[in-house]
């Protein structure tokens, strides 16, 4: 049997940081998935171990020794509407490893039962919600962008409820650390700053040990979380990543992507684009991620205000300085990531133009976000220009901005197949498309998981052309398209 090498330090925080809680028992736990890559990374060894002995340790029908078994106290805005108790209402921290590289790593069961903070919920998790976060999260791995990862999937051999009765299962996620902005604002929400300072000594001590002996520690891990959250999101949108619930209460401070509930990503390019069902105004479409970034990070200030200098003048305009920092660093590195992805080498006047230009012919043409800066890279490598042509349902100006476009490229020294390779190393082939994803859910809630595996196989090489998974490099049929993604809860 496995053992865990816990060193739980949330769990030495005061107890008013969370609740104790237990996994419910799975009536017929059994394995769907277990991520032997990522076990190794964490140092664990599961050498010998049977499905059976992994499906009752990711369960939660067989807490190994040392186990937290805790739930973490949050708030959050929701939607821009604030709720002063939140917290872990289906999740239950298992307990925190520290990897081979020498990092915390967080091990939590989502879906594992009722909690305190449960509030009217069954504390259990669907299949399909399960599902969707082990592919997206761990494609996102594969991608390069911070995220947390998927260890385990189990199926509990019981029913939920939703609106109607899906089969029940539980995810066993991996996180730098699963504290959020919502976590600094339960305790802003009572007035207790001495729990906010210790608080923010722990997410320095864990995630910003630079910071550890500045002159204005709780200013700069202000100015460090926005910097992780700029690129971030930036990251976000170069992949064409819809987060869909951007709520402050799903957005780590250790810059992970964290809660995969109605996220997807886009096939035609749009940046007016909502999936998520419960986002009704667009508050979290593609092009608004940025905004509420910088809107989060201004809640996740305020909660600092008290800690950052002497004054609360002075506090307010160093806050606003970071939120204006955020910013700036946000241009620079979306510029630079959409900049790599059209090959250009360096950076020039005119280059922001020159993206913005692509990206309303591509909104104009409806063509597809994935596949036209791949195909874009093929014209760099001595494609004809039909190649990316074909992509837009109207070309009318892609002709021209071909033309700008290599005018910009004159004196790069690079060979065509050089800058064919940079662009295919930032360009990916295959993403989780929507329809591929719900293709897998579906098959997956009939009792078969081979679509679910094939597809979670062609995600890991996102920037390979594979012959074997060239079918998952394809745009959804009109009839295939999912333009609907629903919440987990």
């Not at 293709?439 to 012959?467: C, S, W």
């Amino acid at each position: 049997m496995a053992v865990f090498a816990f060193d739980n330090s949330y769990q030495r925080l005061p107890e008013r940081f969370y609740r104790p809680a237990s996994p419910a028992a799975a009536r017929a736990p059994r394995l769907i998935r277990f991520n032997e890559t990522l076990a190794e990374e964490l140092n664990l060894d599961f050498a010998g171990a049977s499905d059976e002995e992994l499906a009752a340790i990711f369960s939660g029908n067989s807490l190994p020794e040392g186990a937290a078994a805790i739930a973490m106290a949050y708030a959050g805005h929701q939607f821009g509407n604030f709720v002063p108790q939140l917290g872990d209402g289906r999740a239950i921290l298992m307990g925190e490893v520290v990897d081979r590289d020498g990092q915390r790593r967080d091990i939590q069961l989502k879906g594992a039962g009722v909690t305190p903070f449960s509030r009217n919920g069954d504390g259990r998790a669907a299949l399909g919600p399960v599902l969707r976060e082990y592919l997206v999260s761990e494609a996102m791995h594969a991608l390069g962008i911070p995220t947390t990862r998927a260890l385990a999937a189990v199926l509990t051999g019981e029913a939920v409820h939703r609106e109607t009765k899906l089969p029940g299962a539980v995810l066993t996620r991996v996180a730098a650390s699963h504290i959020r902005i919502g976590t600094f604002q339960f305790f802003a929400a009572r007035g207790d700053d001495e729990a906010i300072r210790t608080l923010a000594d722990h997410v320095i001590s864990r995630h910003y040990p630079e910071l550890e002996g500045v002159e204005q520690p709780y200013l700069a891990l202000v100015n460090a979380v926005a910097a992780r959250q700029a690129d971030l999101v930036a990251r976000w949108l170069s992949v064409g990543f819809i987060h869909g619930v951007m709520n402050t209460d799903n957005m780590a401070v250790s810059g992970e992507t964290i809660d995969f509930g109605p996220c997807a990503f886009l096939d035609e390019y749009d940046p007016r684009k909502v999936f998520s069902s419960i986002d009704q105004r667009g508050r979290y479409a593609y092009a608004n991620q940025p905004g509420i970034a910088q809107w989060n990070l201004a809640r996740f200030a305020e909660t600092l205000l008290p800690l950052l200098t002497s004054s609360e003048e002075e506090s307010v305009a160093a806050a606003n300085a970071a939120l204006a920092e955020f910013g700036r660093l946000f241009q620079v590195r979306w510029l630079d990531l959409f900049g790599t992805k059209l090959g250009l080498a360096g950076e020039a006047e005119g280059d922001l133009d020159l993206v913005n230009s692509l990206l309303k012919l591509m909104q104009d043409g409806e063509a597809d976000f994935t596949r036209t800066f791949r195909a874009l890279g093929k014209v760099a490598g001595g494609a004809g220009d039909p190649v990316l042509e074909t992509e837009f349902a109207d070309p009318i100006g892609v002709d021209d901005w071909l033309q700008r476009w290599r005018v910009r490229l004159e004196g790069d020294p690079r060979t065509p197949e050089e800058r064919q390779a940079a662009m295919e190393a930032v360009n990916p082939a295959v993403i989780p498309r929507n329809h591929r994803v719900e293709e897998a859910i579906q098959a997956g809630l009939a009792g078969d998981f081979t679509v679910f595996e094939r597809l979670h196989a062609a995600l890991q090489t996102p920037y390979a052309e594979i012959p074997e998974f060239a079918a998952y490099q394809d745009k959804p049929a009109i009839e295939e398209r999912v333009e609907r993604t629903f919440c987990g809860t």
